[in-house]
């Protein structure tokens, strides 16, 4: 039985699942996600780490969480200036309260992954690997991994030749060779080693 089975079981509801997409790139937002599935949802048996899923799998996935009756999604994104104004931990831990505060419930307890959490006004609980062993964290970490991969595909249009559909500013070599060739551009998170 997972944390968030146990909490329910207890009469703890609704219970909201928080994870990111973002913090290691060079470029672009860290975008946070909060989902509430509501206890015996089938998508609960479904949803998986969004790492261990393929694009295609995940974008099924995600048109499901975001449309499915029983399911409420909030999404926030704290843009590479923010970043680089109050730093990555401080920059994601705002877009994950920013999210939470987007729902449509107000949660009982919010289940965060990683080791680190917000400041809720509700109970908040950091769940190392959180995106594999809770469902909600699951879903949660679908949908900030395709909002983030979206929005680097428009990226790409926007400032072509640096390959933010291909890499979603990662730092690989192809990112680092074209910062090399075009320099920086707006999105680029200039505090981050390899940028600047």
């Given at each position: 039985m997972s944390l968030e089975e146990d909490l329910i079981s207890r009469g703890e509801w609704p219970v909201c699942g928080v994870d990111e997409a973002g913090r290691g790139p060079l470029a672009g937002p860290v975008v946070a996600a909060a989902v509430i599935l509501e206890p015996g949802h089938s998508l609960r048996l479904r949803v998986r780490d969004s790492k261990q899923l393929s694009p295609a799998r995940r974008e099924k996935l995600f048109e499901e969480i975001v449309s499915s009756r029983g399911v409420f999604v909030g999404v926030s994104m704290a843009d590479a200036r923010c970043i680089d104004s109050i730093n990555i931990l401080k920059a994601t831990l705002q877009a994950m309260r920013e999210a939470v505060f987007k729902l449509e419930l107000v949660p009982a307890t919010a289940l965060v992954d990683g080791n680190a959490a917000p400041d809720?006004?509700?109970?908040?609980?950091?769940?190392?690997?959180?995106?594999?062993l809770e469902p909600s964290i699951s879903?949660?970490?679908?949908?900030?991994k395709v909002?983030?991969?979206?929005?680097?595909?428009g990226m790409d249009a926007l400032y072509p030749g640096y390959g933010f559909a291909a890499h979603k500013g990662y730092p690989t070599r192809a990112h680092y060779e074209a910062i090399r060739s075009l320099g920086i551009c707006p999105i680029h998170r200039r505090t981050f080693r390899g940028v600047c």
């Amino acid at each position: 039985m997972s944390l968030e089975e146990d909490l329910i079981s207890r009469g703890e509801w609704p219970v909201c699942g928080v994870d990111e997409a973002g913090r290691g790139p060079l470029a672009g937002p860290v975008v946070a996600a909060a989902v509430i599935l509501e206890p015996g949802h089938s998508l609960r048996l479904r949803v998986r780490d969004s790492k261990q899923l393929s694009p295609a799998r995940r974008e099924k996935l995600f048109e499901e969480i975001v449309s499915s009756r029983g399911v409420f999604v909030g999404v926030s994104m704290a843009d590479a200036r923010c970043i680089d104004s109050i730093n990555i931990l401080k920059a994601t831990l705002q877009a994950m309260r920013e999210a939470v505060f987007k729902l449509e419930l107000v949660p009982a307890t919010a289940l965060v992954d990683g080791n680190a959490a917000p400041d809720l006004p509700c109970r908040c609980i950091p769940v190392v690997r959180g995106d594999r062993l809770e469902p909600s964290i699951s879903a949660a970490s679908i949908v900030a991994k395709v909002t983030r991969d979206r929005y680097m595909d428009g990226m790409d249009a926007l400032y072509p030749g640096y390959g933010f559909a291909a890499h979603k500013g990662y730092p690989t070599r192809a990112h680092y060779e074209a910062i090399r060739s075009l320099g920086i551009c707006p999105i680029h998170r200039r505090t981050f080693r390899g940028v600047c």
